[in-house]
């Protein structure tokens, strides 16, 4: 399995920015689809953000459209998550996967073809 490393969350007011990033070392991430995941306390994790191969596909969750989004950064060989205008409902874990068999529909983003996951960062929406 890949091993993925999300980092730059933390504790930010609501409408502040942060930028998450994935990356691994050893593989190339433009060879896989990624996704973003959250999981908040006492929730299941649900689907945010996704990028194609090629990073022509993307989906974004109807609770973050307009606010987040996900793009490639070959030369760091990482994932970016720009999130901004941040909500209280925003907290949780965020998590990047990937995996041989995933995918970016561009239309939904579901956990099952993910199956190599990061150990998440924190993200805390909070004034």
């Known amino acids: 399995q890949l091993q993925l490393v999300e980092s730059g969350g933390g504790l930010v007011q609501p409408g502040g920015s942060l930028r998450l990033s994935c990356t691994t070392s050893g593989v190339t991430l433009g060879r896989y689809a990624i996704g973003w995941f959250r999981q908040a306390p006492g929730k299941e994790r649900e689907g945010v953000s996704c990028i194609g191969m090629s990073g022509g596909r993307r989906y974004h969750a109807d609770s973050v459209k307009g606010r987040f989004t996900i793009s490639r950064d070959n030369t760091e060989n990482a994932v970016h998550l720009q999130m901004n205008d941040l909500k209280p409902e925003d907290t949780a874990v965020y998590y990047c996967?990937?995996?041989?068999?995933?995918?970016?529909?561009?239309?939904?983003?579901?956990?099952?073809?993910?199956?190599?996951w990061g150990r998440g960062t924190q993200v805390t929406v909070s004034s």
């Open positions: 996967a990937t995996g041989p068999r995933a995918y970016c529909s561009g239309t939904a983003l579901s956990v099952a073809p993910f199956d190599s």
